[in-house]
Protein backbone atom coordinates (compact mmCIF):
# COMPACT_ATOMS: atom_id res chain seq x y z
CA UNK A 1 0.00 0.00 0.00
CA UNK A 2 1.40 3.46 -0.78
CA UNK A 3 1.25 6.20 2.10
CA UNK A 4 2.63 9.56 2.50
CA UNK A 5 3.35 11.23 5.26
CA UNK A 6 3.40 14.81 5.92
CA UNK A 7 4.50 15.21 9.95
CA UNK A 8 4.38 19.17 10.12
CA UNK A 9 0.55 20.11 10.31
CA UNK A 10 0.96 24.25 10.75
CA UNK A 11 4.66 26.48 10.02
CA UNK A 12 4.17 29.87 10.72
CA UNK A 13 7.08 31.90 9.11
CA UNK A 14 8.23 35.63 8.67
CA UNK A 15 8.07 37.29 5.52
CA UNK A 16 11.68 36.45 3.94
CA UNK A 17 12.43 33.29 5.94
CA UNK A 18 13.15 30.26 4.21
CA UNK A 19 11.00 27.07 4.72
CA UNK A 20 11.03 23.57 4.43
CA UNK A 21 7.89 21.41 4.28
CA UNK A 22 9.16 18.00 4.47
CA UNK A 23 7.31 14.85 2.73
CA UNK A 24 7.94 11.23 3.70
CA UNK A 25 6.75 8.16 1.18
CA UNK A 26 5.98 4.32 1.22
CA UNK A 27 5.72 2.40 -1.59
CA UNK A 28 6.61 -0.80 -3.20
CA UNK A 29 6.64 0.11 -6.63
CA UNK A 30 9.93 0.53 -8.16
CA UNK A 31 8.66 2.67 -10.39
CA UNK A 32 6.98 5.67 -8.66
CA UNK A 33 6.14 9.62 -9.35
CA UNK A 34 5.92 11.95 -6.68
CA UNK A 35 4.13 15.72 -6.70
CA UNK A 36 3.21 18.83 -4.62
CA UNK A 37 0.56 20.54 -4.84
CA UNK A 38 -0.39 24.38 -3.26
CA UNK A 39 -4.00 24.96 -1.91
CA UNK A 40 -4.42 28.64 -1.41
CA UNK A 41 -7.96 29.99 1.19
CA UNK A 42 -9.87 29.41 -2.35
CA UNK A 43 -9.48 26.11 -2.39
CA UNK A 44 -8.35 25.31 -5.90
CA UNK A 45 -5.55 23.00 -6.08
CA UNK A 46 -2.39 24.16 -7.88
CA UNK A 47 -0.09 21.81 -9.56
CA UNK A 48 3.86 22.74 -8.32
CA UNK A 49 6.18 19.62 -9.83
CA UNK A 50 6.40 16.18 -10.67
CA UNK A 51 8.78 14.30 -10.37
CA UNK A 52 9.41 10.13 -11.25
CA UNK A 53 11.50 7.78 -8.99
CA UNK A 54 14.62 7.72 -11.38
CA UNK A 55 15.35 11.38 -11.51
CA UNK A 56 17.08 11.90 -8.35
CA UNK A 57 18.13 15.74 -9.75
CA UNK A 58 16.67 18.34 -7.08
CA UNK A 59 15.25 20.89 -9.27
CA UNK A 60 14.55 24.76 -8.23
CA UNK A 61 12.40 27.21 -10.08
CA UNK A 62 12.29 30.24 -8.87
CA UNK A 63 11.77 30.81 -5.09
CA UNK A 64 10.68 27.29 -5.07
CA UNK A 65 13.24 24.23 -5.01
CA UNK A 66 12.76 20.33 -3.94
CA UNK A 67 15.14 17.85 -2.80
CA UNK A 68 14.50 14.11 -3.89
CA UNK A 69 15.98 11.47 -1.47
CA UNK A 70 15.70 8.40 -2.45
CA UNK A 71 17.52 6.48 0.15
CA UNK A 72 15.44 7.88 2.55
CA UNK A 73 12.31 8.36 0.65
CA UNK A 74 11.67 11.78 1.18
CA UNK A 75 11.08 14.57 -1.66
CA UNK A 76 11.02 18.10 0.58
CA UNK A 77 10.14 21.53 -0.74
CA UNK A 78 12.03 24.46 0.16
CA UNK A 79 10.49 27.87 -0.06
CA UNK A 80 13.09 30.75 0.05
CA UNK A 81 12.16 34.23 1.17
CA UNK A 82 9.23 33.70 1.80
CA UNK A 83 6.06 35.70 0.21
CA UNK A 84 2.47 36.19 2.33
CA UNK A 85 1.02 35.14 -1.35
CA UNK A 86 2.44 31.69 -0.29
CA UNK A 87 0.48 31.22 2.27
CA UNK A 88 -1.95 27.95 1.68
CA UNK A 89 -1.64 24.66 2.31
CA UNK A 90 0.78 22.50 0.68
CA UNK A 91 -0.08 18.72 -0.01
CA UNK A 92 2.58 15.89 -1.46
CA UNK A 93 1.17 13.30 -3.31
CA UNK A 94 2.08 9.83 -4.37
CA UNK A 95 0.95 7.98 -7.68
CA UNK A 96 1.09 4.49 -8.62
CA UNK A 97 3.80 2.96 -11.06
CA UNK A 98 1.53 3.11 -13.85
CA UNK A 99 0.78 6.77 -13.46
CA UNK A 100 0.52 7.09 -17.15
CA UNK A 101 -2.02 4.83 -16.99
CA UNK A 102 -6.03 6.57 -17.37
CA UNK A 103 -7.09 4.98 -14.17
CA UNK A 104 -4.31 5.29 -11.56
CA UNK A 105 -5.01 7.19 -8.54
CA UNK A 106 -2.94 9.73 -6.23
CA UNK A 107 -2.60 9.25 -2.60
CA UNK A 108 -2.35 12.28 -0.98
CA UNK A 109 -0.40 13.69 2.39
CA UNK A 110 -2.73 15.34 5.43
CA UNK A 111 -1.20 18.77 4.05
CA UNK A 112 0.71 21.52 5.89
CA UNK A 113 -1.10 24.73 6.54
CA UNK A 114 2.06 27.23 5.68
CA UNK A 115 1.39 31.04 7.24
CA UNK A 116 3.74 33.41 5.98
CA UNK A 117 3.12 36.75 8.02
CA UNK A 118 4.36 40.44 7.09
CA UNK B 1 -5.01 24.95 -21.45
CA UNK B 2 -6.17 22.26 -19.33
CA UNK B 3 -8.70 23.74 -17.84
CA UNK B 4 -11.31 21.95 -15.25
CA UNK B 5 -14.25 23.97 -14.33
CA UNK B 6 -16.71 22.81 -11.76
CA UNK B 7 -20.61 23.94 -10.69
CA UNK B 8 -21.84 24.99 -8.42
CA UNK B 9 -19.11 26.51 -6.69
CA UNK B 10 -21.26 26.46 -3.12
CA UNK B 11 -24.72 24.66 -2.45
CA UNK B 12 -26.39 24.89 0.75
CA UNK B 13 -29.31 22.57 0.54
CA UNK B 14 -31.83 20.43 3.45
CA UNK B 15 -31.62 17.54 4.57
CA UNK B 16 -32.99 14.74 2.41
CA UNK B 17 -33.06 16.60 -0.86
CA UNK B 18 -30.09 15.43 -3.32
CA UNK B 19 -27.50 17.62 -4.93
CA UNK B 20 -25.66 17.50 -8.26
CA UNK B 21 -22.36 18.73 -8.69
CA UNK B 22 -21.08 19.25 -12.67
CA UNK B 23 -17.63 18.86 -13.43
CA UNK B 24 -16.44 20.00 -16.94
CA UNK B 25 -12.78 19.69 -18.99
CA UNK B 26 -13.12 23.33 -20.84
CA UNK B 27 -10.40 22.21 -23.28
CA UNK B 28 -9.11 18.81 -23.70
CA UNK B 29 -11.24 15.55 -23.62
CA UNK B 30 -11.20 13.94 -20.53
CA UNK B 31 -11.01 9.90 -20.42
CA UNK B 32 -10.87 9.64 -17.18
CA UNK B 33 -12.21 11.57 -14.20
CA UNK B 34 -11.77 11.61 -10.37
CA UNK B 35 -14.03 12.65 -7.63
CA UNK B 36 -12.50 13.78 -4.39
CA UNK B 37 -13.55 14.73 -0.69
CA UNK B 38 -11.97 17.04 1.82
CA UNK B 39 -13.17 17.56 5.51
CA UNK B 40 -11.69 21.01 6.98
CA UNK B 41 -7.92 21.01 7.62
CA UNK B 42 -8.12 17.10 6.30
CA UNK B 43 -6.23 15.85 3.31
CA UNK B 44 -7.75 14.43 -0.01
CA UNK B 45 -9.93 11.17 0.32
CA UNK B 46 -10.42 9.45 -3.42
CA UNK B 47 -13.92 8.44 -3.82
CA UNK B 48 -14.03 7.02 -6.92
CA UNK B 49 -12.66 6.67 -10.43
CA UNK B 50 -15.04 7.25 -13.68
CA UNK B 51 -14.36 6.55 -17.01
CA UNK B 52 -16.36 7.97 -19.78
CA UNK B 53 -19.26 5.63 -20.78
CA UNK B 54 -18.46 3.07 -18.22
CA UNK B 55 -19.42 2.35 -14.16
CA UNK B 56 -17.98 4.15 -11.80
CA UNK B 57 -14.88 2.44 -9.66
CA UNK B 58 -15.64 3.21 -6.15
CA UNK B 59 -12.93 3.13 -3.29
CA UNK B 60 -13.62 0.84 -0.28
CA UNK B 61 -16.10 2.35 2.32
CA UNK B 62 -17.46 5.14 -0.30
CA UNK B 63 -21.34 3.96 -0.67
CA UNK B 64 -22.16 3.99 -4.37
CA UNK B 65 -26.48 4.88 -3.53
CA UNK B 66 -25.78 7.27 -1.83
CA UNK B 67 -22.90 9.06 -4.23
CA UNK B 68 -23.81 9.01 -7.86
CA UNK B 69 -21.11 8.83 -10.46
CA UNK B 70 -22.39 9.66 -13.77
CA UNK B 71 -19.78 10.17 -16.90
CA UNK B 72 -21.62 10.18 -20.03
CA UNK B 73 -19.64 12.54 -22.19
CA UNK B 74 -15.57 12.96 -22.88
CA UNK B 75 -16.15 16.51 -21.08
CA UNK B 76 -18.82 16.24 -18.82
CA UNK B 77 -18.92 14.33 -15.34
CA UNK B 78 -21.59 14.47 -12.44
CA UNK B 79 -21.63 13.77 -9.27
CA UNK B 80 -24.98 13.61 -7.09
CA UNK B 81 -25.60 13.26 -3.38
CA UNK B 82 -28.74 11.89 -2.83
CA UNK B 83 -30.88 12.46 0.56
CA UNK B 84 -27.62 14.72 1.60
CA UNK B 85 -27.83 15.05 5.77
CA UNK B 86 -25.46 17.33 7.49
CA UNK B 87 -22.89 14.62 7.43
CA UNK B 88 -22.49 15.02 3.87
CA UNK B 89 -21.36 18.41 4.11
CA UNK B 90 -17.71 18.69 2.54
CA UNK B 91 -15.76 20.17 -0.42
CA UNK B 92 -16.11 17.75 -3.04
CA UNK B 93 -12.84 18.24 -6.13
CA UNK B 94 -12.89 16.98 -9.33
CA UNK B 95 -10.08 16.05 -11.67
CA UNK B 96 -10.18 15.55 -14.95
CA UNK B 97 -7.36 13.19 -17.08
CA UNK B 98 -7.41 13.29 -21.04
CA UNK B 99 -5.93 9.83 -23.11
CA UNK B 100 -1.93 11.38 -23.92
CA UNK B 101 0.78 13.87 -24.30
CA UNK B 102 0.41 16.93 -22.41
CA UNK B 103 -3.03 16.04 -20.90
CA UNK B 104 -2.12 13.19 -19.57
CA UNK B 105 -1.97 14.75 -15.98
CA UNK B 106 -4.60 14.83 -13.82
CA UNK B 107 -6.05 18.35 -13.78
CA UNK B 108 -8.47 19.72 -10.64
CA UNK B 109 -11.26 21.72 -10.52
CA UNK B 110 -11.97 24.32 -8.47
CA UNK B 111 -14.41 22.28 -5.75
CA UNK B 112 -17.52 23.08 -4.79
CA UNK B 113 -18.25 23.28 -1.03
CA UNK B 114 -21.67 21.60 0.33
CA UNK B 115 -23.75 22.36 3.15
CA UNK B 116 -26.34 20.34 4.29
CA UNK B 117 -29.00 21.95 6.56
Known amino acids: AQKVTQAQTEISVVEKEDVTLDCVYE???????LFWYKQPPSGELVFLIRRNSFDEQNEISGRYSWNFQKSTSSFNFTITASQVVDSAVYFC???????????????FGKGITLSVRP | GAVVSQHPSRVICKSGTSVKIECRSLDFQATTMFWYRQFPKKSLMLMATSNEGSKATYEQGVEKDKFLINHASLTLSTLTVTSAHPEDSSFYICSARGASGRYNEQFFGPGTRLTVL
Open chain 1, 93 to 107: ALSEASYTGANSKLT
Open chain 1, 27 to 33: TRDTTYY
